[in-house]
């Protein structure tokens, strides 16, 4: 039984977390496995497919991301600023190491085959997955709230508003630092599949899409544009746009908002492809499968209006199509 569903092309995973979810990652190989990490200090591997929950590990306080670095291990980091690595197949932690305050994002960088982790200690770490162990420290001017790798490139979105693109090959310097062309805080990067730029959002309902060459031929195809905006009762309400995923076939990508609702972008004719039904809650992530015929996407309460009573934590599954996420 494939779970409560919620339409013909979508449903509901069973054994979600019992607190806010704070990331969904699918495996680099197959759309049947899903990583969901979360505030009730657990990460869960989900057979999509079957719509059951493999197995969750534990830290010892809330989860804010995790990553595959192989269909066999899962990276994670959280509030108690350690990374744990997990062999999926034996169940068994291993402690790789840790930072001096939260580790807000964790990521895998095949290319260069490093896992990456970014902290509100205002730092980057490298660490080499087969040891495993720490591979250096670089410092941010600012926390770290999120990240992204392009190839051998790494985007990070610190507080501030400040943008840092860094070469994972080369990291005695820093290859570009630049502003955000949005006025508030970044919430979410997200480099494009084809490595030439990046997505990234506001807490103030803004998407912007940049080119990481610097020549101005190239910048000058950047643009920002207004979305998760609701009127009610004659007021524009302004929402958080908390999430991004990119198609990794079309490049087209999916972002998420406090508004509970998932849109999809066309980033090279500047039109909205689609926008699915309105979620419970805030969306707090979203994440393609990497064949593109899959999205999750987490209906999560992100504490916007503090602790007030709110509909519950899920994951839902939505099988996508090619009219819904390829550009026209």
């Excluded at 505030?39 to 059951?52: H, M």
């Excluded at 809330?62 to 990374?83: E, I, M």
């Excluded at 001017?141 to 999120?146: G, H, R, S």
């Excluded at 807490?203 to 000058?220: H, N, T």
Aim: aromatic share 10%; with cysteine; net charge neutral.
């Amino acid at each position: 039984m494939m779970g409560r569903m919620t339409g013909s092309n979508e449903y509901k995973l069973n054994q979600g977390p019992e607190d806010s979810i704070s990331a969904v990652k699918f495996s680099p190989s197959a759309a049947q496995f899903l990583l969901v990490s979360s505030w009730d200090c657990t990460v869960r591997l989900f057979d999509v497919g079957g719509n059951t929950m493999r197995m969750k590990y534990q830290h010892t306080a809330p989860v804010l991301d995790c990553a595959f670095y192989d269909p066999t291990h899962s990276w994670s980091g959280g509030l108690d600023a350690q990374l744990k690595m997990h062999d999926l197949n034996t169940d068994q932690d291993t402690i790789v190491g840790a930072h001096d305050a939260p580790i807000r994002c964790v990521e895998y960088c095949p290319e260069v085959n490093v896992m990456v982790t970014g902290s509100w200690d205002r730092s980057v770490r490298l660490w080499d997955p087969r040891t495993p162990c720490n591979a250096g420290t670089f410092t941010q001017p600012e926390k770290v709230y999120t990240l992204s790798v392009a190839g051998d490139r790494l985007i990070v979105g610190t507080a501030g508003r400040r943008v840092l693109v860094w070469d994972l090959r080369n990291m005695g310097y820093v290859q570009q630092r630049r502003e955000s062309s949005l006025k508030y805080q970044t919430r979410c990067i997200r480099a494009f599949p084809n490595k030439q730029g990046y997505v990234l959002s506001s807490i103030e309902g803004r998407v912007a899409v940049e080119y990481l060459d610097p020549s101005q031929e190239v910048q000058k195809k950047k643009y920002a544009f207004k979305c998760h905006r609701l009127k009610e009762d004659g007021i524009e309400h302004v929402y958080p746009v908390n999430a991004i995923s990119f198609h990794s076939v079309h490049n087209t990508f999916a972002t998420g908002g406090s508004d509970g609702f998932v849109n999809i972008w066309d980033p090279f004719n500047k039109k909205r492809l689609c926008q699915f039904h309105r979620y419970p809650t805030s969306i707090a992530s979203l994440a393609f499968s990497n064949d593109g015929t899959m999205l999750a996407i987490a209906s999560s309460y992100m504490q916007e209006k503090g602790d007030i009573s709110h509909p519950e934590d899920a994951i839902f599954i939505r099988q996508v199509t090619d009219a819904e996420t390829k550009p026209k």
